[in-house]
């Protein structure tokens, strides 16, 4: 079956559709493992029961969200080879090495010891249960590291040579590879805008039962917790998107100038805040924007020149040989702009939330709340907000629980779109690295299938979560107060029946 | 020897370590309809690979990206290739893990069941597939001479790829059902082990069928070697199965799957996907791999990690080496 479209247009809405919809969990399962981990340390360290029923309510959270993740996953590893043959030919030389450094490396570490901490409560002396989860964590951020550094790579290729004879790119320097500056660049960036989601999510949902006045030391514990998270977390995403604009607008200028669809090089480039542009003619016919900002996002200074799409265009024209080498122009544009503005709208919500509930030394003894008490929100000095504004707070802190979620995969929309028609920018051009031998029926089929499948599994996904974030946090147990003290448990009931069983 | 002849053998190794761990576990899989009598009994099976099936299912991952990274030729040939059957293991594998994380997370009846039918069946058909696929690996497909697979699903299921298929059903079956005997207390032990007994005798015969005719199309001393310890091993696991030596019969079990992917590994070599239209189209060792600087950096990699993993996940099978039983499994959580 053929249809009427281009080789590669199915293959890569097979690749944007399976692969946003896996980063919908991986950025909320790389914050709440290190969250939970930090949960439970304080477990340990304090023997405050908050801290343990905290860890049991966000871990189950944790484990629904990452068996999607999982899962998901594996799709990624295998449909390189399957919709992208020529590309793995071409690059998996080098592209192969840090996937399958991820796998033996970081995936073990995770899956192996997600096994031993969700079984291991009854099994394991309580440090070194602690110490799996704290394992989980470093597998899912060095996880992160090795498909960033892949990514890095098609974004701006070093520490390779191209072998004209077998008609490959081959890996030249893999420490260059890791240690590039986009490499770190774009690892800081994920990794704080993945804790920026895990800190919304558990704002949010402190706030829903904060809200009803229900579970209240441990969701006091988990505002404050998320609270911080959001807005340390807000701040690093901004600094390490900052960094990454720049270093961005060094190795793919069309991407900056499609980001602001700044259509001719000038000195002082605005920012807009709003644009309609015709792409056809090249230029914007409604705009609202702040002079010199794009100059200082690109490269720190107000006045400086940035190259427009045209200029760019036209370069990489008499570099690359004749062809059009702009990416979707309104996608680049309002991708970069959503972004921006979930993740913001979430960081500003997180910097007032702290204010809102700042802690007794800064607040009146009036205002002061107990541990089992719902915290006062405080604007002003001496005086809390009115019943009704805080249940908007609450609200609002609900109900945006997901827009760094919603920004995180603009972001990947941004980054991928963006470089377009370029696969390995510069080198690789997407249309040459499907699968030829690959009909489009096939693809289709697979399209079709994993969409069908993915959106079944959404819908159960997000009505366990409901269902488990609505119980709240467990009554604890005896056994779970009197952890065992050799590993594989301790010998005095070998009828006890499992701590947890599938 | 050079290093993408060193990496024929990691890639098969890796292969080996997952058609050991997930073998079983598919095993499990398929048990949960053949051996368990009801709810708490398929329970306490699932319960015995619990802890472990996410970090089996790893080794697959590690030799798919180990294959990308050392043979991006036999990875791109062979994943696009057999699309379709590589397309049915994923959606089988994807639902399978989230049947074991969910089936569990509501009480309702229905969605219970579900589930259950979901881990048989995702067990069931990737068991089959895998087979298929190395069948098909071994016997040669249709590969052009850009290395492109030309060839179309149904040429993938031949007879002898289908027998195959049935191979790595009833090996997996039969080291699950071991596995099983190995890991569960009471009544459903002693019914594994006499299973277990059954499925064995069935698999010796599908597999001497399948390796004998695997040693008469591509075989050599070496293939014939490994044949020899696959049959015996397989002998002896059901032989000790039989006298309820459930430690004993597993390592033979083990033992079997290693020789059998041994066997097919050294057959192929130095071919990794043959081509059956004409030999020179072949995809080898030499002109698949990556360069030697890559596979170097690719054998440190694997070299320090997999024994580490080794260690890591021993562990984790030590920390879990009770054996399970009705008893251990609460009624609702």
């Known amino acids: 079956m053929e249809l009427a479209l281009a080789p590669e247009t199915l293959a890569r809405w097979q690749f944007g559709i399976t692969t946003v919809y896996h980063f919908l969990f991986v950025p909320l399962t790389i914050s709440l493992a290190a969250l939970t981990a930090g949960l439970q340390t304080a477990w340990v360290r304090t023997n405050n029961e908050k801290y343990l029923r905290a860890t049991k309510f966000w871990g189950k959270l944790f484990l629904i969200n990452i068996a999607m993740g999982v899962v998901t996953g594996i799709v990624q590893e295998f449909q390189f080879g399957m919709n992208w043959s020529d590309y793995s030919r071409f690059v998996g030389d080098i592209f192969g090495a840090p996937l399958a450094f991820e796998a033996l490396i970081a995936f073990f570490f995770e899956s192996t010891f997600i096994g031993l901490w969700i079984f291991g409560w009854d099994k394991l002396p309580k440090k070194i249960h602690l110490a799996c989860i704290w394992m989980v964590s470093i597998g899912t951020i060095l996880s992160a590291y090795f498909i960033l550094a892949a990514n890095s790579w098609m974004q701006h290729p070093v520490g390779y040579r191209i072998n004209k004879e077998r008609g490959r790119a081959e890996l030249t320097d893999f420490w260059h590879v890791l240690t590039q500056n986009t490499a770190l660049a774009q690892f800081f960036h994920t990794i704080t805008a993945a804790f920026l989601v895990g800190g919304a999510f558990m704002v949010g949902i402190a706030a829903f039962h904060l809200a009803r006045k229900k579970h209240i030391p441990v969701m006091r514990t988990s505002l404050r917790l998320g609270l911080i998270t959001v807005v340390i977390a807000g701040l690093l995403t901004a600094i390490s998107g900052d960094q990454l604009g720049k270093v961005m607008f060094k190795q793919q200028p069309m991407k900056m100038a499609a980001a602001e669809a700044l259509w001719e090089g000038q000195d002082s480039a605005p920012f807009s805040i709003f644009a309609v542009g015709d792409v056809a003619k090249g230029h914007n016919t409604v705009e609202i924007s702040i002079p010199g900002i794009l100059s200082f996002l690109a490269d720190d200074s107000f006045t400086s020149y940035v190259p427009g799409i045209n200029d760019i265009n036209k370069a990489e024209q008499e570099k690359f040989g004749p062809g059009d080498y702009r990416p979707n122009i309104p996608v680049a544009f309002w991708s970069f702009r959503w972004m921006i503005g979930f993740g913001m709208a979430s960081f500003a919500l997180g910097i007032l939330g702290l204010w809102l509930t700042r802690k007794k030394f800064m607040l009146p003894p009036g205002l002061r709340t107990g541990e089992d008490e719902v915290p006062h929100l405080v604007l002003f000095k001496n005086k809390a907000l009115s019943p009704k504004l805080t249940k908007c707070y609450w609200i609002v802190a609900l109900w945006t629980l997901l827009f760094p979620l919603i920004a995180n995969s603009w972001g990947w929309i941004f980054t991928e779109m963006g470089r377009q028609p370029w696969v390995v920018y510069g080198v690789l051009q997407t249309r040459d690295a499907v699968s030829p031998g690959v009909s489009q029926g096939e693809v289709l089929t697979s399209m079709i299938g994993f969409t069908l499948l993915y959106a079944v599994l959404a819908v159960v996904e997000v009505k366990l979560l409901v269902k488990y974030i609505k119980a709240g946090p467990p009554e604890l147990t005896e056994a779970d107060l009197n952890p065992p003290t050799r590993i594989g448990g301790d010998h005095d009931d070998a009828d006890r029946p499992m701590a947890f069983s599938y | ?333």
Request: glycine share 10%.
């Open chain 2, 1 to 333: 020897m050079e290093l993408h002849d060193v990496w024929f053998v990691l890639i098969a190794v890796l292969w080996t370590g997952y058609f050991f761990l997930e073998g079983f576990d598919f095993g499990i899989g398929v048990l949960t309809k053949l051996l368990a009598r009801d709810r708490k009994e398929r329970r306490v099976l699932i319960n015995t690979i619990g802890p472990v099936w996410d970090g089996n299912e790893v080794w697959l991952l590690s030799a798919g990206g180990a294959t990308f990274a050392a043979f991006p030729e036999w990875y791109a040939t062979l994943f696009s290739g057999f699309y379709l059957p590589l397309l049915i293991i994923l959606v089988c594998l994807i639902v399978r893990g989230v049947a074991f994380e969910y089936r569990a997370k509501r009480s309702g009846e229905k969605w219970q069941t579900n589930w259950e039918h979901a881990i048989f069946w995702t067990s069931l058909i990737p068991a089959v597939l895998w087979g298929v696929a190395f069948g098909n690996i071994v016997r040669g497909v249709k590969i052009d001479a850009d290395m492109e697979y030309v060839g179309n699903f149904w040429d993938l299921l031949n007879p002898y790829a289908i027998l195959g298929g049935l191979v790595t059903l009833f090996l997996f079956t039969f080291h699950g059902a071991v596995f099983a005997g190995l890991k569960t207390a009471g009544d459903i032990r002693e019914r594994a082990g006499r299973l277990a007994l059954k499925l064995g005798i069935v698999t010796a015969v599908l597999a001497l069928g399948f390796l004998i005719w695997t040693q008469l199309d591509n075989g050599d001393g070496w293939s014939l070697l490994a044949m020899i310890v696959a049959a015996v091993a397989l002998v002896a696991a059901v032989a000790l199965i039989a006298v309820g030596r459930e430690g004993w019969s597993f390592a033979f079990s083990g033992v079997t799957v290693a020789a059998v992917v041994a066997m097919l590994f050294l057959t192929l070599f130095p071919n990794v996907m043959p081509s059956s239209l004409d030999d020179a189209w072949s995809l080898t060792v030499t002109n698949a791999s990556s360069t030697p600087y890559t596979l170097k950096i690719m054998t440190w990699c694997a070299g320090i990690a997999t024994p580490v993993v080794l260690m890591y996940q021993g562990w984790t099978y030590w920390v879990f080496r009770k054996r399970i039983g009705t008893q251990h499994i609460a009624e609702a959580h």
